[in-house]
Structure formats: C-alpha cells, structure tokens
C-alpha cells in the first residue's frame, strides 16, 4: 500500500494571528494531521525553524516509505560486497537523498 502524502498550508486564523502552518493529508479532504505554530510576533528565525521543521514532519511517510525500500534492498549488509543488489541500493539511497535534500533541513 502506498502511503498518502502530507502537505503544508501556511494561514492565519484567529487562534494563531502570527500564523501557523496547518499539516494535513495531501487528499480531497486533506484530514488535519498537526499544527505548528509560529513564534509570538513571528520573528525570522523562528519562523525558518518552524517551516524545517513542519516540512520534515509533512515528508514524514514519504520518508518512511524510502526507508523502508532501501532497507529491502540493502537487507542484512556484513563485510560482503553487495553484488546484484548494488543498482537497487544507489537508486533507493537517491530517491531517499533527492528527498531529503527537498526539505531544505
């Protein structure tokens, strides 16, 4: 089964006037999943960590799945070279660091 995407929604509501980044399913619905507030009177670097940190948390099963993928493919790793699986680990390690690397984290 492949996992659903989460999506980060920057607004401003009532309860959070200096802003807050809304974590939700990436689907018709998009079901809430977390709120990351940012700081009292938004100051810049606050802001930045937030945004790190609420993009990491929406990569979440994206990450997971990755993982979970290099993980079969490198398997159990002694000091034996890894032989056929060696193309499957460069492209899971890839997707895994291309989407690392999209955070900005």
Sequence with gaps: MEAIKWK???TV???YPDGVIMIKEDTEIEYPI???PFPMGAPGEGVKRQRERANLMAAAPELL???EKL??????????ELKGRY?????AWSDAQKLIDSLGV
């Design 34 to 36: 977390a709120v990351v």
């Design 65 to 67: 799945e990755k993982l």
């Design 87 to 91: 193309v499957s680990v460069v492209l």
């Design 13 to 15: 509501t009532p309860m």
């Design 8 to 10: 980060t929604v920057e």
């Design 71 to 80: 993980m079969a493919a490198v398997g159990v790793l002694d000091d034996t």
